[in-house]
């Protein structure tokens, strides 16, 4: 008895109890059969990106060498914008998910990575796959809900500060990387309630500002004292390429858990989860985004956001081929598959940051549902 | 991949001025990441090497010829490599003989590799493995080798893939020094790997080879030794071979009194025979606990006070992973078993992983 749904039409009304861990049985599966057949081709696809993202970067930095004149500034720019996306995406994200560890190489573990990002790694881990993952979409326990500052749920209190939600997520997607360290060192929370005095708070803090140090000695020092009389625009073309990875990563991920469709949870209607309800949360509490190959390598796959979520572990290249067998699953239940292009799917996403600025009416929301065999009533 | 420099007392020179401006401009990564686009066996990358050949030598043998890398320190005859294969996308350590001469002319070497039944390493390299290939190495080890000072009668005692150090040591001339004996076990004529190479050392009067086909002629037994070799308990002896042959030479020779004087080289120190549940030992702690087949390791480890990293408590996080260095794991969700020898360094989740056998965690 978990999965509470307080809308009228609750989705899941229609499945029981033993439906629900034969949904689980079978998403098991599909897991089984992935790992069983993971080896050689999935180690060699990891492998060829890696490749594919350092050549790229290092070719751009050495073209940026000459950015004063314009074709070299655009080619370089554009060249280390991809390369980072795909270092932070399909590389970074993944393998700090641990989808490569099988591979026991040491150089690309979970372990040991470190990516082109501002949080470190350790931190990012722990908010990520040990938070979010786990508590996805349930409000007031999945940070990602918001990042902390926005209302993205009709469920969450209104304030009158939230009108300015618009313009707070227009910055924090030009400077994403940086709102992503503070989220994961849960820095608006840690001010007010006096955890910056914490020693490991501090620790923490400290970290983030090495890591910070490094990425601006490299991108805004360095290299622009490397490219000599290119010295500012050179400068300008490495912010410009951490901007454009900013707003794209921002994007790729709003479109994860904010567009039209996704569900959210409440804190009480995860006690006592069983692990088909657990699959079941991340089934509903999650979007794709439908685009070509070259657009799901860029999203580092998470334009499978549903597969990613069913199984974070699985390497990413595989997602695209399990999604069939889970959008049947999700046919065969009768549930919904969330999907759609990546604009329409960015727009929903921000049509909800906006529409949610302003407070709502919450007594529609209110209704008691009607009884249904999974809804506990005690909570709502 | 992690960026931090290791820290140096000493006075620092202009090279590591050089190398920490160069980390920092290729910060998170290292240089030497970049460097490994291009050159992955140079001086100073972690040691690798290049497949550049593999001979059949029987129909289940194969010598693997390599290119090492640069930092690559030499070996002498009689000692071992560990190599790192990818098998099926997993990288996997396993020891192997070196069969080629100290110092080589064109810097190769060499290991050759017999295929086991359902080894996973050996059969790759013996039948799938292509050249151009990257392995990971060691630099070479092992105490199985003639001192420099050689005695002047010797006895090898080997079977089948056994014959592999000892080959490494004929070739690096050791018969011109030493009156030799070798005693070599092999299911048939054919199988014998080197035959015809150490036929023809035989011949020439090189050395005394005694073949023992064990398909017509059945084991050797140490009982036989005194009418094949009758000199055998004056000679300095080496034996490699079977688990079994090496506990039966040993006994012999330590009935004798004469246990220093036996050198033995196990391949295969420890089998790992999975099963459920069993004795976890916390290397780093020095806890020891008995756990079963369906308690997670963090679990077992947590209850004995052992300072346990966690985090999802459900396999997704990979918060809780740490070094199994010997031993077997179950994964809970589908009972996959994981399991790893001395040198692998297996990193296994805690959290949904149940003892599978006997296991140190190195924590």
Redesign the interface.
Known sequence: MTVIQKKSDNPIAHLSAEDIEIIGKELDAIRDRVIADRGERDARYIRRVIKTQRTLEISSRAVLLFSLFPPAWIVGTAGLAVAKILDNMEIGHNILHGQWDWMRDPKIHSTTWDWDHVSPAEQWKHSHNELHHRYTNVVGKDNDLGYGIMRVDEDQPWHPAYLGQPFYNFVNACFFEYGIAAYDLELGKNLKDGGHKDPAFRARARAVGRKIRRQVLKDYVLHPLLSGPSFLSTLAATFTANLIRNVWSHSVIMCGHFPNGVETFEKTSIEGETRGEWYLRQMLGSANISGSRLLHIMTGNLSYQIEHHLFPDLPSNRYQEIAPQVRALFDRYGLRYTTGPLPKQVASAWWKVIRLSLPNRRSDRRQPVAPAPLVSSGTA | ???TAPRRPQKVTFRDRLSR?AG??????LPG??LD?VAPLRAGAPLRGRIVAVRPETRDAATVVIQPGRSWQGHQPGQYVRLGV?V?????WRAYSVTSTPGAADGLISVTVKAIPDGKVSNHLVRRVRPGTIVQLDQAQGDFVVPEASPERVLFLTAGSGITPVMGMLRAGLHVRADVVLVHSAPTRDDVIFGPELRALAETGALRLVERHTDTAGLLGVDELAGLVPDHLDREAWACGPVGMLDAVEGYWASHGLADRLHTERFRPTVISPGEGGTVTFTGSGVTVEADGSTPILDAGEQAGVLMPS??R??????C?VPLREGAVRDL??G?LTTAVPG????V?TCVSAAAGTCDIEL
């Open positions: 991949m992690t960026t401006l920092a401009v290729t910060t998170p990564l990441d970049y686009l990818d099926d996308g997993v990288r996997q985090g999802c459900m396999g997704i996080c990979f918060g992973v969700r589908n996959d692998d360094g297996v990193l989740q």
